[in-house]
């Protein structure tokens, strides 16, 4: 089918086009609420090591398991942070400074990149994420033994690389293009209605419409101008 033969249907079935969208709209319009609120970011970076076993007069080889067990340090502390237990030691740490927040109520994101371990935690509040973090990072670095026991109850050093900032998030593509993704789906429906609608009428409504079904035409009557 030629363009012009689509926009002749969907011009004589506009009505069926326009109801899908329509109704999406009004749907749209009735039930919308207005997006959550992004929230705030912070993130930190800690280089993870652990307390050399003798003084600075340490073999190249005693040096070198010191560095490789600052890895598996790391790889333990990653999956600490974002464990159910971490945010609740940091939850009791914020309770003691009289603070309550709920383990529940933020997130935590923890990666690791060999003797560096990077943490970022999510939260609605600025000033509350801020406190946060100052919990994490005092959990992190006093009470990391319980998490490491292949440590024999020492406590892994903790160097924290950079200071905390609290960042706004954007808001997320999804919330923005929502109600236009909507439409432009109610819009796809519109025109597919139109063509089923075609498709099914059996009206003939043009010379050439006749004649591909194999007729003769032996006259026309022009449309009245």
Do not use: C
């Amino acid at each position: 089918m030629e363009l012009r033969t689509f926009f002749a249907i969907f011009r004589r079935r506009w009505l069926l086009v326009l109801i899908p969208p329509l109704v999406v709209g009004l749907f749209s319009a009735v039930t919308f609420q207005p997006p959550p609120a992004p929230g705030f970011n912070v993130g930190v970076n800690f280089l993870v090591a652990q307390s050399p076993t003798s003084g600075a007069d340490l073999e190249d080889e005693e040096r070198y398991y010191n560095w490789l067990s600052s890895e598996y340090i790391v790889n333990g502390l990653t999956d600490w942070a974002v464990s159910g237990n971490f945010k609740t030691a940091v939850s009791n740490q914020l309770a003691q400074e009289g603070i309550e927040v709920p383990p529940g109520s933020f997130s935590v994101v923890a990666d690791n990149v060999r003797s560096k371990l990077q943490l970022s935690i999510q939260h609605g509040n600025a000033e509350t994420l801020s406190h946060i973090m100052n919990a994490a990072i005092l959990v992190l670095s006093e009470q990391n033994a319980t998490a490491l026991p292949q440590l024999g109850g020492e406590t892994a050093v903790l160097t924290l690389l950079d200071e905390p900032v609290v960042t706004p998030l954007p808001r997320s593509l999804s919330s923005l293009l929502d109600i236009p993704l909507r439409l432009a789906i109610g819009v796809a429906a519109g025109l597919g209605l139109a063509l089923l609608a075609e498709y099914l009428d059996p009206t003939l409504r043009s010379r050439q419409e006749a004649e591909a079904m194999g007729f003769a035409i032996l006259g026309e009557i022009p449309k009245k101008k």
